[in-house]
Structure formats: C-alpha cells, structure tokens
T-cell receptor, first 112, second 114 residues
Framework: QKEVEQDPGPLSVPEGAIVSLNCTYS??????FMWYRQYSRKGPELLMY????GNKEDGRFTAQVDKSSKYISLFIRDSQPSDSATYLC????????????FGQGTELSVKP | NAGVMQNPRHLVRRRGQEARLRCSPM?????VYWYRQLPEEGLKFMVY????????ESGMPKERFSAEFPKEGPSILRIQQVVRGDSAAYFC????????????FGNGTRLTVT
C-alpha cells in the first residue's frame, strides 16, 4: 500500500465549476501538507502549504486537512482553463521538511 | 520556477555513458533536494544536500548514482553507466532551511537513454 494515495484522474470539468481534489494517507506522523501544480514539461509549483488540521484559503484555492481521517483536499472555485494541469499532493513529517512524499497526481482539464 | 535553475533541460545519453545534471538553488537557499519522476509515477525523493555535505541519501539507488553540492558552484547529480530505466525527469528543489520550509522546484532535466 502506498503511503499517499491520489486518484490520477483524468478529471474534466466545465469552466466555472468547483473542483475537488483529494488525497488519503496512511502515516499518522505526517504534519505538513502541500499542494503543487505542475504544467506539462514544467516543474511543480507550490500552491498551498498547511500545518496539521484545518483550512487555509488563498484566492480561489482552499486547502483542507483532516488528520483524524488522514484525508486532505484542495478546492478550486470558479475554475479557469488556465487551471488545467496536474495537481500533486505532498506531505512530510516534522523535521523532515524537504523529504516529501508525493501522491501520483491528478490530471485536471477545465473546458471553456 | 525561474528561481531554481537546472541544466541541461534535455539530455540524451547512450547506454553506458555518464549523465551529469546541474542545479543552482534560489538565491539565499542553502538546502538542495533531488527528486526523480518516472513515467506514470509520482515524484520520488532521492537525496538532500547542504554545502559540502550529504544529509540524507536514503532515496538514491545504491549503485551508479552520486550527488554533490560543493562550496562553490551548482549541485551535481551524476549517473554513471546509464541504463534505459534511468530515463526520467529529474527535478531539483531548494529551501532556505532544512526544517519545515516549503520547497521550490526547478523545471527539471529530462534524461533519455537510448
């Protein structure tokens, strides 16, 4: 069983839709949770960085962490065609900041 | 991310040759990480370095792979005697500290072994 599970998609939505992306994990020691966006042939770009449980909002993006369920989510409101990319969840334990465990990535396509 | 510079962007090597991948971290960052992304797989941690020190190489294959981050110059990931299975995208990331600060990634080097 992988430490981090992420539905690879692909996920296709119409422009303006609310997108929900999710990851589950098995290691209760994970404390830092991230979402990266990766365009084709580019490196991952950090979108959200959260510590422990709770919500964090940044513009159209909201990250949720539920440590009791070992479940994290990223919501994208008013999705745009420019949001079409692969979204990667990542997490790490305390004091292992750079040793991230990534999900497989979800490929998102937003149709105009 | 323009801040972390990787070169070359594409590298083609024949089986048995050596591949050298370079990474210059963001300004002010002294912690460098290398990750590999194989087709149909997620990003996998390989190695964590600070200047002149390897901090964690638990993700490095035991043979043919090595990494360094000298006092002067970029970090180098070296793969000796490449095989087809080494074909992948190799990403470098940097951070200002090693404890719980987010990573910023470069655009990667795509290695193709023919």
């Amino acid at each position: 069983q992988k430490e981090v599970e992420q539905d690879p998609g692909p996920l296709s939505v119409p422009e303006g839709a609310i997108v929900s992306l999710n990851c589950t994990y098995s290691n209760s020691a994970f404390q830092y949770f991230m979402w990266y966006r990766q365009y084709s042939r580019k490196g991952p770009e950090l979108l959200m960085y959260t510590y422990s449980s709770g919500n964090k909002e940044d513009g159209r993006f909201t990250a949720q962490v539920d440590k009791s369920s070992k479940y994290i989510s990223l919501f994208i409101r008013d999705s745009q065609p420019s949001d079409s990319a692969t979204y990667l969840c990542a997490m790490t334990r305390y004091n292992q900041g750079g040793k991230l465990i990534f999900g497989q990535g979800t490929e998102l396509s937003v149709k105009p | 991310n323009a801040g972390v510079m990787q070169n070359p962007r594409h590298l083609v090597r024949r089986r048995g040759q050596e591949a050298r991948l370079r990474c210059s971290p963001m300004k002010g960052h002294s912690h460098v990480y290398w990750y590999r992304q194989l087709p149909e797989e997620g990003l996998k941690f390989m190695v964590y370095l600070q200047k002149e020190n390897i901090i964690d190489e638990s993700g490095m294959p035991k043979e043919r792979f090595s990494a360094e981050f000298p006092k002067e110059g970029p970090s180098i990931l070296r793969i000796q005697q490449v095989v087809r299975g080494d074909s992948a995208a190799y990403f470098c990331a940097s951070s200002p500290s090693g404890t719980n600060s987010p990573l910023h990634f470069g655009n990667g080097t795509r290695l193709t072994v023919t």
